[in-house]
């Protein structure tokens, strides 16, 4: 194997050379005849002329070796089932699902539009697509009615796949109601709406939609639908993004790219093999979720483990039981489900056998050096972070452990992966930067295979929105700010528009989180900065204790405001330290589980934060005005 450096260099220098040996992971029924078609920046297309199909790479290439291998291992924590699926089981269920869209009219280039919650048939819905060369487009189940109404009109599916209801730590939440009154908002109508009975809630759809999956599934019980073969760049899904920054945009991924992409990664990244077991905790409507609760470890011959239900239900000790039960290898999750558990007791997760676990990897948001020692220390393994956006659809930035055994530095998700040539750049002059200088994290032409395609329906929108922010340069933006060590490693400082300016200086909302999640009493932090007079910029913070109750007086929160103001002095200098700590019991989040700093520092600045689609519980909103009122 050859260095890290190499590898990578390679990729970068003849992506075309690289490339090419990395597409033989899948299989192509017509092979590709121009490895990158450069001729129309910034699109690129990959594997021109090949013909392959993700559902056929993902299950049926699989059935001569495993085929009673698991491939899926199903757990409801929310209603108690438990179901596994091997590869012939999978394949039967995945046939069944694409006859019954088929009569339904399902044609290859329509778009299904899947709200269902985490059960298996929403993995079936998603192979069935792929198999008849539909594009699916997952909406987080959950989402309410405008959210929903505003992706179908985007989308325009000629087929809905919902359910009757999904369930979330005990509660039980009506799809239906949501669907309809979705459906009346919505300009653009499907021909159908297919139901998945789950039994939790009386069904309300209206009738003229509905159509029921259960009996279908029996008419077509024994049916078998050819994988409808198609060209490399023909779109596979559309998959908006979180809605952090604004108005979700519709990411669209190719079909022989993605697969390419994604089973690279399982090996260079994630370093997963063949009858391995890997537990994503995410959710279908994320992207992690599509890339590695469904389609890598599929890809790759894994046997995946989905789950419905909270860390925390029954108990803090659910995930390591999981563990202990399936022989898991794998986990990937969110920093946002540790800071959860590190608020239960510790000795839950001493409970379980974590022998067969190997890798815990973290992606979606920062993680605080805290957090993450706390979970390698109490795992005992490597926690091992990943940073990358919907758009990109595998990680930009990563430790490459199948390439070389470069070592994790704490705070850093690693150093950029094969394929993405990566910059830091000056914001205002496009320039880069040199080591240790902060910058905007760019990528260069071309995006490897695997990311966006474009946005859906608005070309112009993916060159005008990623494209053309640097000065000087057509490069990519994320949009993140990061800062760029001598030996390659990034951290990531939070997004450009998180920079706040303090009387002259740039400073990263996430460096001063940083500083004070290193305080033994913070569970979690939100910093953003508020406009003031005399300095520009000021930063607030908003703080969520792990235990309220020793601070319930205001002398406590005194003590605590003035000692996490010292604790940014000397890790920052005193240009870092908040203005005002501000003690709150929970922070506004998107769904899938991301700061909303902007509408805390609307707020904080006396506005409205407008209208928050994505927000997972509006009443933080409300404690924040209140801790800013000083209720
Ligand atoms: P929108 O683009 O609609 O505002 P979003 O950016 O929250 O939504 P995602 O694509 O789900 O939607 O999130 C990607 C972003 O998450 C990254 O751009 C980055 O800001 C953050 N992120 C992801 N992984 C990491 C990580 N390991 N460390 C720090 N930040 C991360
Ligand atoms: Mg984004």
């Known amino acids: 194997m050859p260095s890290y450096r190499d590898f990578h260099r390679l990729s970068i220098d003849d992506p075309e050379t690289f490339w090419r040996e990395q597409a033989r ?23 021109v002329g090949g013909r392959t199909n993700l559902c056929h790479n993902a299950v049926d290439r699989h059935l001569a070796d495993r085929a009673q ?20 089981e999978l394949y039967a269920e995945i046939n069944r699902m694409a006859a019954v869209m088929r009569s339904l009219g399902v044609k290859r280039g329509e778009r299904v539009l899947l709200y269902l919650p985490m059960i298996p048939e929403a993995l079936f819905a998603m192979l069935a697509c792929a198999r008849l060369g539909a594009i699916h487009s997952v909406v987080f189940g959950g989402f309410a009615a405008p959210s929903l109404a505003a992706r179908i009109d985007d989308a325009k599916p000629v087929l809905i796949v919902t359910a009757d209801a999904g369930a979330r730590g005990g509660k039980v939440i009506d799809y239906t109601p949501l669907m309809d009154e979705a459906l009346a908002r919505a300009k653009h109508q499907p021909a159908h709406v297919l139901l998945i009975d789950r039994q939790l809630a009386p069904e309300r759809l209206n009738a003229t939609y509905l159509v ?42 190719d079909v022989g790219g993605y697969a390419v992409a994604l089973a690279a990664s399982m090996e260079y990244i994630f370093q997963g093999r063949a009858g391995d077991t890997m537990f994503t905790a995410s959710d279908i409507g994320w ?9 890598a470890p599929l890809l790759a011959g894994l046997t995946t483990v989905m789950y419905e239900g909270t860390p925390i239900r029954p108990d803090g000790g659910i995930w390591w039981r999981l563990v202990e039960q399936h022989r898991i290898n794998l986990m990937f999750t969110a920093p946002t489900a540790l800071r959860v558990l590190k608020k239960q007791d510790p000795a839950l997760l001493k409970k379980s056998d974590l022998s067969s676990l190997r890798t815990l990897f973290l992606a979606g948001e920062p993680l605080d050096e805290p957090t993450s020692a706390w979970i390698a220390d109490a795992l005992g393994k490597p926690v091992v972070d990943n940073y990358w956006q919907t758009e990109t659809g595998w990680p930009i930035l990563a430790i490459p452990g ?7 530095k704490l705070g850093s998700p690693g150093v950029p992966s094969y394929g993405y040539d990566v910059t830091l750049r000056n914001e205002a002059t496009g320039d880069e930067c040199t080591p240790g200088e902060k910058g905007v994290i760019a990528i ?16 112009a929108r993916f060159v005008s929105t990623y494209w053309s922010s640097v000065p000087g340069h057509q490069l990519y933006s994320t949009f993140d700010w990061g800062i760029q060590d001598e030996d390659g490693y990034v951290t990531i400082l939070g997004r450009t528009d998180d920079v706040i300016n303090v009387a002259g200086h740039r400073l990263g909302t996430r460096e001063i989180e940083e500083a004070l999640s290193s305080h033994a009493a913070v569970a979690e932090v939100a910093v953003v900065g508020v406009t003031d007079v005399v300095k520009g910029q000021v930063a607030f913070a908003f703080v969520v204790v792990r235990d309220a109750q020793q601070f319930a007086d205001d002398k406590a929160r005194n003590k605590l405001a003035s000692e996490l103001m010292k604790t940014v002095d000397r890790q920052l200098g005193a240009i870092g330290r ?6 709150v019991s929970m922070l506004p989040k998107t769904r899938s589980g991301k700061l909303l700093r902007r509408a805390i520092a609307a707020l904080a600045e006396g506005r409205e934060p407008g209208d928050l689609p994505t927000i997972e519980d509006a009443s933080a909103l409300t404690m924040v005005r209140d801790a800013l009122a000083g209720r």
């Open 402 to 408: 199948g390439v070389e055994a470069l070592p994790p």
């Open 578 to 583: 908040p203005a005002r700590v501000l003690l």
């Open 287 to 295: 992207v992690v979720g599509h890339s590695y609760i469904i389609y």
């Open 444 to 459: 260069g032409y071309p995006l490897p295979p695997g990311c966006m395609k474009t946005v859906w329906g608005d070309d």
């Open 69 to 88: 291998q698991n491939a899926l291992v199903y757990v409801s924590t929310e209603t108690g089932i438990e179901r596994r699926y091997t590869y012939a």
């Open 212 to 253: 029921a999956y259960e009996p279908l599934r029996e008419q077509f019980f024994d049916a078998h639908v050819p994988c409808e073969w198609l060209e490399s760049n023909e779109p596979s899904y559309v998959l908006y993004t979180s809605g952090t920054t604004g108005k979700p945009k519709g990411v669209v991924r």
């Open 25 to 47: 992971r899948i299989h192509w029924d017509t092979p590709f005849d121009t490895v990158l078609d450069r001729s129309n920046p910034p699109f690129a297309r990959w594997f």
